[in-house]
């Protein structure tokens, strides 16, 4: 990359973390309150994990960015997130994943998947079981432990498992995350969650954050200049409930 083209990159990707923060500030998606929700917070935190990974990887001439290096980001992110929250638990992540203590007793552990594309998401159960079981073997952890927290279903859909589970059907994964299938889609999410026999309460141990936006996509589309806005449509079981849940832990 020429000196010109780095310079005008690097100067994008600073007019990304301005644009950043006003749709932060701008987002008042969760009802009447007139500041940004807590899952706009945290996404707009996890988007902020993209944009410094872009820095990094024009930095050290990179053909593309590290998923090691932005796991490990995001889940210290999350960490710094829930401790601002939870000022009685201490956090600290440990080969990609996040410990979550009370004093010297460990209360949970939690992973953060940045979407599901990677995963069969008819399967969902078999993956979560497969976490479940390397995390028992390698850290002697057992399945109530465990927090996940997904942070986009952007691409990560299957229609034809949708359709099974709701009845609804519709052309594409993609589709469904359409507001016109706002409803449709939580019934399925809330479907996939009470059919997850992988741990034993899956309502208090799996959240989810954006239904049709990548923290990924919104980086690279601030630094394109791309029009672009938050998420407003958070699902359920959502990141509100596991400071919840944790907080019941204090």
């Known amino acids: 990359m020429g000196t010109a083209n780095k310079r005008q990159l690097e100067q994008s990707v600073a007019e990304a973390y301005s644009r950043l923060e006003c749709l932060t500030k701008e987002s008042v998606s969760c009802g009447v309150q007139e500041e940004p929700c807590t899952e706009a917070l945290l996404f707009s935190e996890?988007?902020?994990?993209?944009?410094?990974?872009?820095?990094?990887?024009?930095?050290?001439?990179?053909?593309?960015?590290?998923s090691q290096r932005i796991s490990r980001v995001m889940h210290e992110r999350v960490g710094e997130f829930l401790a601002e929250r939870l000022g009685r638990l201490s956090f600290e992540v440990q080969d990609g994943l996040l410990f979550v203590k009370r004093g010297e007793q460990l209360l949970g552990v939690l992973k953060c998947i940045p979407d599901l594309g990677s995963y069969d998401t008819p399967s969902w159960n078999?993956?979560?079981?497969r976490f479940a079981k390397q995390y028992q073997k390698r850290y002697k952890l057992a399945p109530e432990q465990l927090l996940f927290?997904?942070?986009?279903?952007?691409?990560?859909?299957?229609?034809?498992?949708?359709?099974?589970?709701?009845?609804?059907?519709?052309?594409?994964?993609?589709?469904l995350t359409t507001p016109a299938y706002r409803d449709a889609l939580q019934a399925y999410v809330g479907k996939c969650v009470e059919a997850m026999d992988a741990i034993p309460k899956p309502w208090e141990q799996l959240y989810f954050?954006?239904?049709?936006?990548?923290?990924?996509?919104?980086?690279?589309?601030?630094i394109q200049g791309e029009p672009v806005r938050m998420p407003d449509r958070w699902l359920r079981p959502s990141v509100c409930e596991i400071i919840h849940f944790l907080e019941r832990k204090l």
């Open 209 to 222: 954050l954006s239904a049709d936006v990548h923290p990924n996509a919104l980086a690279t589309q601030l």
């Open 149 to 175: 927290v997904v942070c986009s279903l952007a691409k990560s859909l299957d229609a034809a498992h949708a359709k099974a589970l709701t009845g609804v059907d519709v052309w594409s994964g993609t589709a």
């Open 126 to 129: 078999a993956t979560i079981a």
């Open 46 to 66: 996890l988007t902020r994990v993209y944009l410094e990974e872009e820095e990094v990887r024009v930095r050290q001439k990179l053909k593309r960015k590290s």
